[in-house]
């Protein structure tokens, strides 16, 4: 069954289908230093990393002070983890997978 986002609108389907065209770390530097302000880049960095330590089982005082992240930004993480769209597990699990993580 394919997933059914809420989100879902052409402007939305044709950046993704840009994302996805991507081929490696450069052209995702060169395209998100283009289209994303450095701080855009650093809150998405953030929270991926929050999402990456939520799965390893750390504590929020832990991921807290290794990410700079507030509680409510972990606590907003945890639950995409736990109740979301399975985006960060799927890419976790991928990454696992590929021993990337």
């Known amino acids: 069954m394919a997933y059914e986002s809420k989100l879902k609108k052409a402007e939305i389907d044709a950046f993704f289908e840009a994302v996805l065209v991507l ?16 701080n855009e880049i650093h809150a998405i960095a953030q929270r991926w ?22 509680t409510a930004t972990i606590s907003r993480i945890n639950k995409c983890l736990i109740y979301g ?3 960060y597990k799927r890419i976790i699990d991928r990454l696992k997978d590929q021993g990337k993580i």
């Open 23 to 38: 081929e490696d770390q450069e052209d995702c530097y060169r395209f998100f230093e283009d289209i994303c302000t450095i």
């Open 85 to 87: 769209a399975d985006g």
């Open 49 to 70: 990393e929050v999402a990456r330590l939520l799965d390893q089982k750390k504590t929020y005082s832990e991921i807290e002070e290794l990410t700079n992240a507030s």
